[in-house]
């Protein structure tokens, strides 16, 4: 019996470690070659998919569109409908008798005359410089009217250009004041001249004709949003058209080529037959493809983070084909139990883990697919805006007040569609309204509760950290604290001090803040290790560096990040928290003994006393690493004052930039300013001067308490 369970345990384990191993094959075939991660990535989730909807197929008409019948279908009884296909043509129809509608933007008439204007002033200015030679002239009118007239306006008479100027801009304006759409144009340029006084000179009316030219521009665009807006009240005004088939009527004759129409009435009167739809397969099959190449690339451009993070990906993609399975195993043939189904659990769960956009495109990928399998635009709207407005509230879902608060908002959203699309149905009845308000409420309890588990659930397994799981590390009874307090009473304090920085900075810049202040909690527990090599736990005891070499007491000083490792993967400290145990040095040198060796000319090969890295790779693992530096400088100086403590986060925060820790994390120069603003103001909230108590206090007050010992 032992013996078996002992083999059981091997066998899963054999299976952990080959899963483990094909996806760390897969990850590093994706990193030699990046290329392939979009088109594989597409081809894997649109094959999944396509086998999801592929499925259970729906039932199809005995006959399709366009074959011939090979028999006689009477209707077996009366039935009434509403034909799509007609309701869609008689609306087509509607839609395209709608005029195309245009606007006109005055503004262009305005822009035009004050441009055709300021050009009059210039020629002006040119004709009335004395100093200017006449060529000088003509190359400013050429400028303005090109070579033809160039000389008819610089050689009018004084009258004949103050008749130019005072009525040419009003005849401008009225020409523009019309409605001119960009087929007008042309004649409108040449219908300008109509307008000129006939008391103009010819070459008064040259020089006005070629301004016109030059200044006349469409002032009137079509407007496609008005024009689609009175298409689609067109559309929408035009009722559903309603076939009535009575009982024994011929719906379609032996020989006769069967017509959507013909499909309809078989559909609905139960006369169709189950098969294989094979135009309809590849339909869905192609439209698998396009909806994963969209879903594929929106992660790739806009979401890089999960895009690359393979787990993250992986937890999206399975989320989604659980959603779409639920879906195709109840749409067909179940028209109330859709409702029922909590679709927004996709988005919730999704939001937390791997972030609002990602579950955003996931769940309206989800609704596309659900739009697809049902037909139905109300089901594509139950399935998506109820969701989206539960990723919106339920935030980081930090409490389960979060939980319920969204899943409130998610039932009432349910609830919205579901009126709004009461109206267009023409089955609804109290009863059957009665039972879709009751599958909203359910779906979105349900969408509360599977998003709670899922999170915890699918976090756990994929390996992704947690609000929940950060908040059992922040526990000041966490083991590891725990041994942190009672084995190294001053890193602890050290750490402390480090997460409120690292907390108040992460929230200047808008990075995680509770990752920021539990990574500062656990980066130096490497140093329970050796704690009396390390300066903040000796309290007055001999410095045993005092006796070593400059290089071996670098090496026990490094060593905490290697020992800091062993116990976060001991101890199963998640990935985002791991990497703040070596992040927060990165490869920087181990400064004291670096610069003691050096004095005594004992170096040799500085990376001996560098610590082993990486550097911080994360915005947050890069506050960690400042917040470090900057706390344990500051507590050396001798002197707290603002000033001072402000010139020790400057140099700290520039040594760090100026030896390249900060190039692989995501951090601005504008997100450093930021950082150390707020690691001033609490570093001078937490140095600021105490008031000196008086001696004669002091004194009487410690015999008192002697006495009484």
């Known amino acids: 019996m032992i013996g078996d369970r002992f083999r059981l345990l091997r066998f899963r384990a054999r299976q952990r470690s080959s899963l483990r191993a094909i996806v760390t094959a897969v990850e590093e075939a994706f990193e030699r070659r990046p290329q392939l991660r979009v088109p594989a990535a597409t081809a894997i989730i649109a094959i999944l998919t396509a086998a999801l909807l592929l499925f259970t197929p729906p039932a199809v008409a005995g006959y399709g569109v366009g074959e011939v019948a090979t028999q006689t279908v009477r209707a077996p009884r009366s039935v009434t409908f509403v034909s799509d296909a007609l309701t869609q043509k008689a609306r087509d129809s509607a839609a395209d008798a709608v005029s195309k509608l245009y606007h006109r933007d005055p503004s262009v008439g305005t822009q035009q005359a004050t441009s055709l204007t300021q050009s009059l002033t210039r020629i002006d200015h040119a004709r009335t410089d004395a100093q200017a030679t006449r060529d000088a002239k003509l190359a400013v009118s050429q400028a303005e009217l090109g070579q033809t007239v160039a000389a008819d306006a610089i050689d009018m008479t004084p009258d004949e250009w103050a008749a130019l100027n005072k009525d040419l801009p009003d005849i401008f304006r009225s020409i523009l004041s019309q409605e001119i759409r960009a087929e007008d144009v042309d004649q409108a340029k040449a219908d300008a001249p109509k307008s000129f006084p006939s008391t103009w000179t010819p070459r008064v009316r040259r020089v006005a004709t070629e301004y016109m030219k030059r200044y006349i521009v469409p002032n009137t ?224 309890g349900g969408a509360g509760l599977l998003a709670l588990g899922g999170i915890v659930g699918l976090g756990h397994v994929a390996r992704i950290t947690t609000v929940f799981q950060l908040r059992e590390l922040a526990d000041p009874n966490h083991p590891l604290l725990r041994q942190l307090l009672l084995r190294t009473p001053g890193t602890y304090h050290h750490a402390l001090l480090v997460a409120n920085l690292a907390e108040r900075a992460a929230e200047m810049i808008g990075a995680d803040s509770l990752v920021a202040r539990v990574g500062a909690y656990y980066h130096d527990i490497g140093k329970m290790r050796n704690p009396s090599a390390f300066i903040e736990n000796q309290a007055g005891e001999k410095n045993p560096h005092d006796e070593l070499d400059p290089l071996v007491s670098a090496q026990i000083v490094a060593a905490h990040v290697r020992d800091g490792l062993a116990l976060a993967d001991r101890y199963g400290l998640p990935e985002r928290i791991r990497e703040m145990i070596p992040g927060h040095h990165g490869t920087a040198v181990v400064k004291f003994f670096y610069q003691q060796a050096l004095a005594r000319g004992e170096v040799k090969d500085v990376d001996a006393y560098r610590y082993p890295g990486p550097k911080p790779r994360t915005r947050e693992a890069g506050i960690v690493a400042l917040a470090d530096g900057v706390e344990a400088s500051v507590r050396s100086l001798p002197a707290k004052t603002p000033d001072e403590i402000r010139r020790m986060v400057d140099k700290i925060v520039e040594e760090r930039l100026d030896e390249g820790q900060l190039e692989e994390c995501d951090l601005t120069l504008a997100d450093i300013q930021k950082i150390k603003a707020a690691f001033v103001e609490l570093l001078v909230g937490v140095y600021h001067e105490r008031i000196p108590y008086p001696e004669d206090r002091i004194t009487p007050l410690a015999a008192r308490t002697g006495t009484r010992s």
Do not use: C
């Not at 009527?249 to 959507?260: A, F, K, Q, W, Y």
């Not at 139990?337 to 937390?352: D, E, H, K, Q, W």
């Not at 990602?358 to 594509?380: D, K, N, P, R």
């Open 221 to 444: 665009t079509f407007d496609q949003q008005a024009t689609d807006r009175a298409q689609l009240d067109a559309r929408n005004n035009t009722p559903a058209v309603v076939v009535q088939v009575l009982a024994n009527e011929v719906i379609v004759r032996d020989g006769e080529p069967v017509t959507l129409q013909v499909v309809e009435k078989l559909r609905a009167e139960g006369l169709s037959s189950a098969g294989v739809d094979w135009k309809g397969a590849l339909g869905l099959m192609l439209w698998a493809a396009l909806v994963s190449t969209m879903f594929t690339l929106y992660l790739e451009r806009f979401q890089p983070d999960v895009w690359q993070n393979t787990r993250e990906l992986a937890v999206a993609v399975s989320a989604l084909l659980i959603t779409v399975a639920f879906g195709r195993a109840l749409i067909p043939g179940h028209t109330l139990a859709v409702y029922y189904i909590p679709f927004a659990a996709l988005g919730m769960t999704l939001s937390v883990l791997v972030g609002a956009r990602t579950a955003a495109v996931t769940q309206t990928v989800a609704a596309l697919h659900v739009g697809m399998m049902s037909g139905q635009v109300e089901l594509v709207a139950y399935v998506l805006l109820p969701a989206l407005i539960g990723i919106a509230t339920l935030r980081r879902g930090t409490s389960t007040a979060e939980f319920a608060r969204a899943t409130a908002f998610v039932a009432v959203a349910a609830l919205g569609v579901i009126v709004s699309f009461l109206p267009a149905s023409n089955t609804a009845d109290v009863l059957g309204a009665l039972q879709l308000f009751g599958g909203a409420v359910v779906g979105a």
